[in-house]
């Protein structure tokens, strides 16, 4: 159960009611992640402002190994169910390469040095060092990518942080960080 309220479409804020709209067109559902988020009609904005800027930069399949592999560095089983489910059916990212990501890695060069430099970011709380920058611009991401890549990866932690702290009821195909990839 979740330990922060998870408002019915009826029952959020008014304010938040356009923004669920615009999930529940994009998604076709509205995820309890969101409804709790539409507790506060200004941080469901942030979010899918951040979440839609973020979507004309790195593409689909990069967001989503990215979130899986934060998802599972920080013990988020609500945002790895629902980001494992998104990237099997949306991203079309295979079974095989889901498990590589929640290890921090993928079968794709260019896409496993930007997983591993998320995860350092996220683990280290971005005291990387030079080498991890060097490693993830060898694999031909440019500076501003490099900046994509750390606001992933804190998007990511801010959703962990939303779903962690309010127990969020999941509501897809679970998923536990617990248990092995």
Avoid: W
């Avoid at 979130?67 to 089983?77: K, L």
């Amino acid at each position: 159960m979740s330990r922060i309220t998870v408002p019915s479409y009826e029952t959020a804020p008014v304010a938040s009611q356009p923004l669920l709209d615009a999930v529940k067109k994009q998604l076709g559902v509205i995820p309890n992640s969101f409804r709790v988020l539409a507790l506060s009609p200004a941080a469901l904005q942030g979010l899918l402002g951040l979440n839609g800027a973020l979507a004309k930069a790195l593409d689909l399949k990069t967001r989503e190994r990215i979130a899986i592999a934060i998802a599972q560095s920080n013990d988020c089983d609500y945002c790895l169910s629902a980001h494992s489910y998104i990237g099997l059916n949306l991203a079309k990212i295979d079974e095989a390469e889901i498990a590589l990501n929640r290890q921090g890695a993928s079968a794709e060069p260019k896409a496993n040095a930007a997983v591993a430099f998320a995860i350092k970011v996220n683990d280290e709380r971005g005291k990387v060092s030079d080498a991890d920058l060097a490693a993830v611009r060898a694999a031909g991401y440019t500076d501003a990518q490099i900046v994509e890549i750390i606001a992933v990866v804190a998007e990511n932690i801010f959703t962990n942080l939303i779903n962690i702290v309010a127990g969020t009821e999941i509501d897809f195909p679970v998923v536990h960080a617990a248990e092995a990839a």
